[in-house]
C-alpha cells in the first residue's frame, strides 16, 4: 500500500476496477467516484451541475440508455435501481481532475491524487504491453519460420482470455 493509499484507504486496485471503457474514452461512473470521495451521488451531481462550464463534453458526459444497459449487462452497475432514478454522468481524467476544484474537500482533493496516479500508471502499463507486442512482432519478422511455434505459444500466454495476468483495455484488434 502506498502512502497515498494508507491516508485515502483507497487502493489502486480499488481504482483501476472503477474505471471503464466508454465511448472509446476511460471513464469513472458519478456513483463509484462519489463513493471514493465519500459523498452521496446527489450531492456530487449537484456540484457538477452548478458548475457545469467547468465540465466539457470531453471531461463528462451523461450516458445514454443504451450504454446503461451493456453497463448492466457487465455487471458494472448491479441493477439501474442502485442509480437512483438518475442516469450516470461519466468523468474523464480530465473531469476527475476538474471534480477537485467543485468538490473542495481533503478526501476530495487526496483521491483525485490517487486516481491520476491511477490513470497515469495505466497508461504505464500500456505503454509497456505495446512494446513488448512490437518487440515479439520484430523477432517474429527476423526469425520467421524458425520459432513459429514459440511465438504461437508466447501469443497464446499474452492474447488469451484465460490468462488472469494480462493487463490493460482491450482493443478490437484483440477483442476476437
Known amino acids: ?21 466508454v465511448r472509446g474514452k476511460k471513464v469513472m461512473l458519478d456513483r463509484d467516484l462519489a ?6 451521488s446527489i450531492a456530487l451531481r449537484q456540484q457538477v451541475k452548478r458548475n457545469i462550464e467547468s465540465f466539457p463534453d470531453d471531461f463528462m458526459f451523461q450516458l445514454n440508455e443504451n450504454e446503461v444497459e451493456i453497463l448492466l449487462s457487465q ?5 439501474k435501481k442502485s442509480l437512483g432514478g438518475a442516469i450516470p454522468m461519466v468523468f474523464t481524467e480530465q473531469g476527475v481532475a476538474m471534480l477537485s476544484s467543485v468538490l473542495k474537500s481533503q478526501r476530495a482533493r487526496q483521491v483525485n491524487i490517487m486516481i491520476m496516479r491511477t490513470f497515469v500508471k495505466l497508461r504505464e502499463m500500456l505503454s509497456t504491453h505495446k512494446e ?6 520484430q523477432l517474429e519478422r527476423k526469425y520467421d519460420q524458425q520459432f513459429k511455434v514459440v ?4 501469443k497464446h500466454i499474452i492474447y488469451t482470455e484465460e490468462n488472469p495476468k494480462r493487463i490493460g483495455f482491450l482493443t478490437e484488434k484483440y477483442s476476437k
Not at 1 to 20: D, Y
Not at 35 to 40: F, G, N
Request: glycine residues 4%; charged residues 20%.
Open 132 to 137: 513488448l507486442q512490437e518487440k515479439i512482432g
Open 151 to 154: 511465438f504461437e505459444a508466447i
Open 75 to 79: 455487471n458494472v452497475i448491479p441493477s
Open 1 to 21: 500500500m502506498t502512502a497515498n493509499s494508507l491516508t485515502t484507504g483507497v487502493a489502486f486496485e480499488t481504482v483501476r476496477s472503477k474505471i471503464h471503457l
Open 35 to 40: 463513493d471514493l470521495y465519500q459523498v452521496k
